[in-house]
């Protein structure tokens, strides 16, 4: 099976996050956009870019574009296993993105996730992120970063969001997300690696319990 990896144009990206990913809905910031395909089909997109945190990268003294969050893999359905497609696109972002040094990821335990695909791919478990809460808009849920940016200071106001947008708003306290570290370098695989915990295996119910782990681990929850 020929796996292609190259550069995603927006209107492909928004197609495979609307169709094929549970959030149907794109990233709400400023994204890196790698295609996939099979055969010359086009399969979907990983997608990267600072997430929720901006300062994603500070815990490990990391600037803002060293550092970036790993936002969505949106794939229809394919031959070629996930976790074969996530290490060539690492692969890709390292030869194109020199300057790039460590990719951050979460696994959402709310959406029954506790990272199998990264531990498939070598990703370094750091325990869970502190939980926080999102707010609960027209049947799904958004950081409340998501939803001032979409629609400015009263997207953080759930008085203002219930006037103006969905009666129903309110806030939901998350479940805590799994959170996996990348390093892109040697230097960089030596300064995280001690934070390395236990992989969390995921119960027959599909949650995988993890410890928090210190003010390292929450770092940059997303």
């Not at 956009?33 to 600072?50: C, K, P, T």
Request: net charge positive; proline share 6%; aromatic share 10%.
């Amino acid at each position: 099976m020929t796996l292609r990896i190259d550069w995603a144009t927006p209107a492909a990206a928004e197609f495979a996050c609307m169709h094929w990913h549970y959030s149907k809905c794109m990233p709400a910031f400023a994204s890196v956009r790698v295609g996939a395909w099979e055969q010359d089909r086009f399969i979907g997109v990983v997608m990267f870019s600072r997430g929720a945190n901006l300062h994603i990268g500070e815990p490990y003294g990391l600037g803002q574009h060293e550092a970036v969050e790993l936002t969505r893999i949106a794939l229809t359905e394919h031959q070629v296993p996930v976790s074969r497609i996530l290490s060539i696109t690492m692969r890709f972002l390292r030869q194109h993105c020199p300057g790039l040094r460590l990719l951050v990821s979460y696994a959402d335990q709310a959406q029954g996730h506790h990272g199998g695909i990264y531990q498939a791919t070598g990703w370094i478990y750091v325990g869970t992120a502190t939980p926080q809460a999102s707010l609960h808009v027209h049947g799904s849920l958004h950081h409340k970063r998501t939803l001032r940016e979409r629609f400015g200071r009263g997207g953080n106001s759930i008085g203002w969001l219930r006037e103006h947008v969905d009666p129903q708003a309110a806030w939901i306290e998350d479940k805590p997300k799994h959170k996996y570290l990348m390093p892109l370098d040697a230097a960089m695989r030596k300064q995280v690696l001690p934070l390395s915990c236990p992989y969390p295996k995921k119960d027959a119910e599909g949650y995988a319990p993890g410890l928090h782990q210190g003010q390292e681990a929450n770092g940059g929850a997303a």
